[in-house]
Antibody, heavy 121, light 111 residues
Framework: QVTLRESGPALVKPTQTLTLTCTFS??????????VSWIRQPPGKALEWLVR???????YYSTSLKTRLTISKDTSKNQVVLTMTNMDPVDTATYYC?????????????WGQGTLVTVSS | QSVLTQPPSVSGAPGQRVTISCTGS?????????VHWYQQLPGTAPKLLIY???NRPSGVPDRFSGSKSGTSASLAITGLQAEDEADYYC???????????FGGGTKLTVL
């Protein structure tokens, strides 16, 4: 049974750095083809893909947010960590982690429940 | 602004058929990358509905179907039910962005 769960602060101040952790089970991120992405959704708005880390530690970033994002994985802990610097109120959103099992172009077959992050002073 | 364009809303009466379009370009759908569809019920995480253009994951009713042609894709829902009221998103890969992208989403209202 594949599960993913996001964790992190619900509230951050402008200019602060956000750190979110995705803890997963039911698969290994060292298995060929496995990837974990972060996707966000501002309240009432569309989904936006942010970043992906692959089984071979390759990383792919949204071009619009590349300078602010860092993704890493700890295979032994089954965790993926996202950091986003210089947070702004427009970054208020529900942040999801999601799995892909067939490489770069594949679908997101399992999603976490999401964690709402509010950016406010 | 999404690179994949969806109508903001569609509606239909119970039992009817509705379609949702997803229009891309030569760097994503037109380049041959697969299109995937997600259903997002209010207050929940998206759920994979159609993968690789026209395939249904286990448990998804065959009332849902997908197709792709050229630079566009479509999701069709037949025998509309009240429980189908949700937001629907298409997703693909874009070679110019070197990453995944989502459509702007379509809100389905069951009248």
């Amino acid at each position: 049974q594949v599960t993913l769960r996001e964790s992190g602060p619900a509230l951050v101040k402008p200019t602060q750095t956000l750190t979110l952790t995705c803890t997963f089970s039911g698969f290994s991120l060292s298995t060929s083809g496995m990837c974990v992405s972060w996707i966000r959704q501002p309240p009432g708005k569309a989904l936006e893909w942010l970043v992906r880390i692959d089984w071979d530690d390759d990383k792919y970033y949204s071009t619009s947010l590349k300078t602010r994002l860092t993704i890493s994985k700890d295979t032994s802990k089954n965790q993926v960590v996202l950091t986003m610097t210089n947070m702004d109120p427009v970054d208020t959103a529900t942040y999801y982690c999601a799995r892909s099992s067939s490489g770069s172009y594949s679908d997101f077959d399992y999603w976490g429940q999401g964690t709402l992050v509010t950016v406010s002073s | 602004q999404s690179v994949l364009t969806q109508p903001p809303s569609v509606s239909g009466a119970p039992g009817q058929r509705v379609t949702i379009s997803c229009t891309g370009s030569g760097s994503n759908i037109g380049a041959g990358f697969d299109v995937h569809w997600y259903q997002q019920l209010p207050g929940t995480a998206p759920k994979l509905l159609i993968y690789a253009n026209s395939n249904r994951p286990s448990g998804v009713p065959d009332r849902f179907s997908g197709s792709k042609s050229g630079t566009s894709a479509s999701l069709a829902i037949t025998g509309l039910q009240a429980e189908d009221e949700a937001d629907y998103y298409c997703q693909s890969f874009d070679s110019s962005l070197s990453g995944s992208l989502f459509g702007g989403g379509t809100k389905l209202t069951v009248l």
